[in-house]
């Protein structure tokens, strides 16, 4: 990695922290199924940190952002406590979604998370509505929509690209391309590359190749953020990442569909090992303080995880709360 100018010290080692708090907080959310305390799976960005962080940091203070169905790490870019996010995954009444959302429907609107979803590519047109309430409302703000290689074959995607480029919306759409749709190699079932797509609908178009060097991706997306400032619309970026877990945790398929050379050079490539060596070489920090640093986050994961089992269930009279609309008992409409 080449030295990057105008990013204080302070800055980068943010970057380092929340990459730190995503690669531990799923590390114990994983620990947590295995022993019950979180019902059903979850799904991790152990390896993809850096395109998480790199891209939220490049947003600001209001701006929006929408996940999918890997998000916990993305409203941890943002800045969310962990507290209420490990709080959620357990279901309890302290989450951040007062324990209905689960791992799979995660929001905290506190940082500009709008929320992420299961249904594949189904908050791409979230973030194209923030982008057009921007607009309307003349907000100097921008939405950014994380998708993965599997839902970039979704008609959704494409739909969504084609209103942001005629209304010149301030929309980033982000493929987190980690080379597999569970257990499906993208390049089985995408025709060209993703990126390539961009020029159909008149928006720029900007491969990460690098994705797991953290400024790489840091620089693609702020780029990407000032275009839409500034009233010139969309921008697709493609990040090149890989996560290093399988699918979601306790999935078991029968079959080796990753090459074990491919895996180890990716292993190779951590994203945190390899932004903590940029740091101690480019004098930002000594090696001590980044043992203190990592020593910090695991007890603050630590501190989420207890939070989260000592707090309390949901009480089953807000089960009705939050809807879209009031809750009418059976007599009430006959």
């Not at 980033?172 to 089985?188: D, G, V």
């Not at 398929?253 to 090459?259: G, K, L, V």
């Not at 190779?268 to 000594?286: C, H, N, Q």
Request: net charge negative; glycine share 10%.
């Amino acid at each position: 990695m080449t030295s990057r100018p105008n990013l204080p010290t302070e800055t980068l080692l943010e970057m380092q922290r929340r990459m730190l708090r995503i690669r531990l907080f799923d590390e114990r959310a994983s620990k947590m199924v295995k022993r019950g305390y979180i019902p059903g799976t979850v799904h991790t960005s152990i390896g993809q940190e850096a395109q998480v962080v790199g891209a939220c940091m490049a947003l600001r203070p209001g701006d929006h952002m929408t996940g999918n169905h890997r998000s916990h790490g993305h409203p941890i870019g943002m800045g969310s406590p962990l507290g209420p996010l490990m709080a959620e995954l357990v279901g309890k009444a302290t989450g951040v979604c007062k324990g209905k959302g689960g791992s799979l429907h995660l929001a905290d609107y506190a940082v500009g998370s709008l929320g992420e979803s299961g249904i594949t590519g189904s908050s791409i047109p979230i973030a194209a509505g923030a982008g057009l309430s921007a607009q309307v409302l003349g907000e100097d703000r921008v939405a950014m929509c994380f998708f993965g290689d599997g839902a970039a074959n979704q008609g959704v995607l494409y739909e969504s690209m084609n209103l942001a480029s005629a209304w010149k919306l301030p929309v980033i759409f982000l493929c987190e391309n980690n080379h597999y749709a569970l257990s499906t190699p993208a390049h089985t079932v995408t025709g060209g590359r993703i990126v390539d797509r961009a020029a159909g609908f008149g928006m720029p178009g900007v491969r990460v190749e690098n994705g797991q060097e953290v400024l790489d991706v840091y620089e693609a997306v702020s780029e990407a953020v000032a275009r839409g400032r500034r009233g010139e619309g969309p921008t697709l970026i493609e990040v090149m990442t890989y996560r290093f877990r399988e699918h979601s945790e306790g999935l078991r398929i029968n079959i080796d569909y990753r090459d074990q050379a491919e895996r180890e050079l990716w292993l190779s490539r951590d994203p945190i090992k390899m932004f903590r060596e940029y740091l101690v070489d480019m004098k930002r920090a000594t090696p001590d303080e980044m043992d203190a640093l990592e020593a910090a986050i695991a007890q603050e994961v630590e501190d989420c995880a207890t939070f989260a089992i000592e707090s309390p269930d949901p009480d089953a009279s807000v089960a009705f709360q939050d809807l879209y609309s009031d809750k009418y008992e059976l007599e009430d409409v006959l």
